[in-house]
């Protein structure tokens, strides 16, 4: 019952985008970086929900709105396990990974003051340098972080 | 984007590397061409490094280039609040090559995205600083007669040393050994011994600068620990003098062995060690003026 219960939560929307098996702790961020404050359209935000993946986990379905890839792909940093479902007519008709790009631009703030991007108007730039860890590196300045410990602009 | 722009050592390849240390040669044999003739070359220091500054605007003029720029941020537009971008794109209308150092990381490699003029950096803060690099291998180059297989010891601040990271990336494409003596607290960083095991460069770590790790060596490379450096004093204290070369250790040296330091230097060499045979740290700081020249030619896409 609980599992069809789960089942149905997720397909609840008519159409639009459902994304799964977000950690928890990268819940709020992973909202920020989705711009999901300047939608239009009813969101419905889950928060330390049980997962047999994750322990809890975060969902965020959002109505007729489909994001490109490229957008969704952003998320990957800090929820490298997140599922994306497209929902026409109440089916899921898509189901995806997000996957981390090689270069992460605009999300990611630098961690060292000494860094050009921290001084001079512009925008961060990361690039992946271990994906099993997901440690990623400051283009500019070369500062190895990782992502756990990334801090979202 | 210039693809000539000289940011980072790793920027350049192994065939770059040989290529310019060729062209420094060339340039030693002849530092007077008048290959920069009708060019200008601007020197933007917004961190004063007479060294540096002094050694690539001689460069220049002895390649028969003229020279704009600044030595200090402090009389530029920057202490208005002009952006680093505004000033780069302004400079670049005047002229056909930029110069820079900045007190920021970063820095240079920002530059060379907002113009299309060629950006060689002479230091960007604690990060890079390629034409140093360039200097170093000359100096082994010239030294040793090749780059290839020889145990370079790294003596000092290994921690903060950014001449010596630059170095060990960049002798990566010539199976080196290398030997790391630090002190604990000023030791080689974790991500430069996971660059040598993904590299397969051979290191060793020392705590002690023994007469066994002089002997075995082809280069030492000294730094110097500053005190600055320290969290504890009173470690300080303990190794401040560990670290130091003096004539007597270098007795049973090979005889091909040499002393590089980037300078200034304090007392991390000692005054006796200047006349010693194995001393290079000053012609290693003219060999600068070569490899300046060379990178300067290669930015500019002139054959030298």
Redesign the interface.
């Given at each position: 019952m609980t599992v069809s219960k789960q089942e149905l939560a997720v397909a609840a929307l008519r159409n639009g985008t459902v994304i799964d098996h977000i950690p928890s702790a990268s819940l709020f961020k992973a909202v920020r970086i989705l711009g999901i404050e300047n939608l239009t359209g009813a969101v419905t935000i889950g928060y330390n929900l049980d997962s047999k993946k994750l322990g809890t986990k975060g969902i965020i379905k959002a109505a007729d709105v489909f994001f490109p890839e490229s957008t969704l792909n952003r998320i990957a940093l800090i929820a490298p396990s997140a599922v994306v479902n497209i929902i026409r007519d109440y089916e899921v008709v898509e189901k995806f990974p997000v996957s981390l790009p090689d270069t992460i631009v605009g999300i990611v703030k630098c961690g060292?003051p000494?860094?050009?991007?921290n001084?001079?108007?512009?925008r961060t730039r990361f690039h992946v340098i271990n994906r099993d860890d997901v440690t990623i590196s400051?283009?500019?300045?070369?500062?190895?972080v990782k992502s756990i410990d990334a801090k979202i602009i | 984007m210039n693809s000539k722009s000289l940011v980072?050592i790793s920027d350049i390849g192994r065939d770059e590397i040989m290529s310019l240390l060729d062209s420094a040669r060339r340039f030693e044999e002849n530092p007077n061409r008048r290959l920069l003739e009708g060019r200008v070359v601007a020197t933007l220091f917004f961190e004063p490094s007479t060294r540096t500054r002094l050694s690539f605007e001689t460069a220049v003029n002895r390649l028969g280039g003229r020279v704009i720029g600044f030595s200090d941020a402090n009389t530029t537009s920057s202490s208005k609040g002009e952006?680093?971008?505004d000033t780069i794109k302004m400079v670049s209308n005047y002229v056909d090559i930029i110069i820079m150092r900045?007190?920021?990381?970063?820095?240079a490699?920002?530059a060379s995205e907002v113009t299309d003029i060629p950006v060689i950096n002479a230091g960007?803060?604690?990060?890079?600083h390629p034409s140093q690099t360039m200097l170093d291998l000359y100096s082994i180059y010239k030294t040793q007669g090749t780059l290839e297989n020889l145990t370079i010891t790294l003596v000092g601040d290994l921690k903060y040393g950014r001449t010596v990271h630059s170095l060990l990336m960049a002798m990566r494409y010539f199976n080196p050994t290398f030997r790391f003596v630090a002190c604990e607290e000023l030791g080689m960083p974790k991500?430069y011994k996971i660059f040598c095991d993904e590299n397969g460069i051979r290191y060793t770590e020392h705590r002690d600068f023994s007469p066994e790790v002089i002997n075995t060596s082809d280069i030492i490379y000294m730094t110097r620990v500053q005190r600055e450096r320290f969290a504890d004093i009173m470690e300080y204290e303990r190794v401040k003098d560990l670290y130091n070369l003096n004539s007597a250790m270098l007795t049973d040296a090979r005889p091909n062995m040499r002393i590089l330091h980037p300078l200034p230097r304090v007392n991390e060499i000692a005054q006796d060690v200047d006349d010693n045979p194995h001393a290079y740290y000053f012609e290693q700081a003219r060999n600068g003026l070569y490899a300046r020249q060379a990178i300067i030619c290669r930015a500019l896409g002139i054959e030298a």
């Open positions: 060292n000494k860094c050009i991007t001084n001079e108007p512009m400051c283009h500019y300045c070369s500062q190895v | 980072s952006t680093l971008k900045h007190y920021l990381e970063g820095a490699r920002y960007d803060g604690a990060n890079q991500e």
